[in-house]
């Protein structure tokens, strides 16, 4: 029989008994996954010095990720139209879980833990209509899967939790097929959009584009600490035009379209890669992997700087700026005024640096 001093005891152990965190997986900065020389995949984990803290291998190429908010424990998506992900534990070096996407559907390739770590929640896209789920996985339940709720739109693509926890989507607006060339099937009807959802899939607020930019897919995601969402978009129209590629927007609020200078929107070439925010200030970078150059912008949408860098697109929260990889396994940082190199692997990074 259980005394109340064995109780006690048990439990005071129990509490005396660290928690594992990512301090056990060596304290990395950031996850990128990226391609190796031989032609094969892995997740590295690496700080902001440049050190790389550890590699995982990959069955295949992956796109993008999140990173527990408290463990040493990652997910990591397959490159769309992929339907698994892996739950890795980054300390032991293993996949914990392998989620398989339900039939009909397909991961977007990225997802967002709940604030704190309990749930996780997928971006999806059904197969036969494009039409955009969110799935819910429980941690606790071994990443079980327990509900899903609609996107409010059509293709989703990233997924992000909010400063006050709730979720944002980024609604992609097209419908592409399931071939090797994802073929669009859409762009004249596109209808991205911005969606806030709460964590049971209640809609609470959405945001569409202006009808002469209904061809601006919405793709990728960032949160300041106010609030504000900035959001990466992709444009499907005519190669002669130059669109905005970056919003901001405040709940409640018109979204502001960040506009550039006529020379230097054209060297975007019509391509937003990965969007953030600096840790420390009001600055908001999108990268052009395609332009080989990123553009910044300050909280109200003003442009500040276009530094060049070949096949820039991962980009993440730094201290003092930006953290940025590109395609030649470089990492570089953006401070105050100026692009500096901070080192250089012997991989193809993908397209986002994940900010722990």
Same mark, same amino acid.
């Given at each position: 029989?259980?005394?109340?001093?064995?109780?006690?005891?048990?439990?005071?152990?129990?509490?005396?008994?660290?928690?594992?965190?990512?301090?056990?997986?060596?304290?990395? =900065?950031?996850?990128?996954?990226?391609?190796?020389?031989?032609?094969?995949?892995?997740?590295?984990?690496?700080?902001?010095?440049?050190?790389?803290?550890?590699?995982?291998?990959?069955?295949?190429?992956?796109?993008?990720?999140?990173?527990?908010?408290?463990?040493?424990?990652?997910?990591?998506?397959?490159?769309?139209?992929?339907?698994?992900?892996?739950?890795? =534990?980054?300390?032991?070096?293993?996949?914990?879980?392998?989620?398989?996407?339900?039939?009909?559907?397909?991961?977007?390739?990225?997802?967002?833990?709940?604030?704190?770590?309990?749930?996780?929640?997928?971006?999806?896209?059904?197969?036969?209509?494009?039409?955009?789920?969110?799935?819910?996985?429980?941690?606790?339940?071994?990443?079980?899967?327990?509900?899903?709720?609609?996107?409010?739109?059509?293709?989703?693509?990233?997924?992000?939790?909010?400063?006050?926890?709730?979720?944002?989507?980024?609604?992609?607006?097209?419908?592409?097929?399931?071939?090797?060339?994802?073929?669009?099937?859409?762009?004249?009807?596109?209808?991205?959009?911005?969606?806030?959802?709460?964590?049971?899939?209640?809609?609470?607020?959405?945001?569409?584009?202006?009808?002469?930019?209904?061809?601006?897919?919405?793709?990728?995601?960032?949160?300041?600490?106010?609030?504000?969402?900035?959001?990466?978009?992709?444009?499907?129209?005519?190669?002669?035009?130059?669109?905005?590629?970056?919003?901001?927007?405040?709940?409640?609020?018109?979204?502001?379209?960040?506009?550039?200078?006529?020379?230097?929107?054209?060297?975007?070439?019509?391509?937003?890669?990965?969007?953030?925010?600096?840790?420390?200030?009001?600055?908001?970078?999108?990268?052009?992997?395609?332009?080989?150059?990123?553009?910044?912008?300050?909280?109200?949408?003003?442009?500040?700087?276009?530094?060049?860098?070949?096949?820039?697109?991962?980009?993440?929260?730094?201290?003092?700026?930006?953290?940025?990889?590109?395609?030649?396994?470089?990492?570089?940082?953006?401070?105050?005024?100026?692009?500096?190199?901070?080192?250089?692997?012997?991989?193809?990074?993908?397209?986002?640096?994940?900010?722990?």
């Amino acid at each position: 029989m259980t005394t109340r001093r064995g109780f006690l005891a048990s439990l005071a152990a129990a509490v005396a008994i660290p928690s594992v965190t990512w301090a056990d997986a060596g304290s990395p =900065d950031y996850l990128a996954a990226a391609r190796e020389p031989d032609g094969s995949f892995a997740l590295y984990g690496v700080t902001a010095q440049g050190q790389q803290r550890f590699r995982i291998p990959l069955p295949g190429r992956g796109h993008a990720g999140a990173g527990h908010p408290v463990r040493p424990e990652a997910v990591t998506f397959a490159r769309r139209p992929g339907t698994y992900a892996l739950v890795i =534990d980054c300390a032991q070096g293993h996949v914990i879980r392998t989620l398989t996407a339900p039939e009909g559907h397909h991961f977007s390739g990225h997802g967002a833990f709940s604030a704190d770590g309990e749930l996780l929640f997928t971006g999806e896209i059904d197969n036969a209509t494009g039409s955009g789920w969110i799935g819910q996985w429980t941690r606790a339940g071994g990443y079980r899967r327990s509900g899903q709720f609609a996107s409010g739109g059509i293709g989703p693509h990233e997924i992000l939790r909010r400063p006050d926890g709730g979720l944002v989507v980024a609604n992609g607006g097209i419908i592409a097929a399931l071939d090797d060339d994802r073929t669009k099937l859409n762009l004249d009807t596109m209808r991205p959009n911005l969606t806030y959802l709460a964590l049971d899939g209640t809609v609470e607020e959405q945001v569409e584009l202006s009808p002469d930019l209904h061809w601006n897919s919405i793709r990728h995601l960032a949160a300041h600490a106010d609030g504000t969402i900035a959001f990466a978009m992709q444009w499907e129209g005519a190669a002669a035009v130059t669109p905005p590629l970056l919003g901001l927007h405040r709940r409640g609020q018109a979204p502001v379209m960040c506009t550039l200078p006529d020379a230097m929107a054209t060297r975007m070439q019509n391509y937003g890669g990965s969007v953030a925010f600096e840790a420390a200030g009001d600055r908001v970078a999108i990268t052009s992997p395609k332009g080989g150059v990123l553009a910044i912008f300050d909280l109200d949408g003003t442009f500040i700087d276009m530094p060049v860098r070949a096949d820039v697109c991962g980009v993440g929260a730094a201290p003092d700026g930006f953290m940025l990889t590109d395609g030649f396994g470089g990492m570089a940082r953006f401070g105050a005024n100026a692009l500096a190199g901070v080192a250089a692997f012997d991989v193809a990074w993908d397209n986002h640096l994940i900010t722990i």
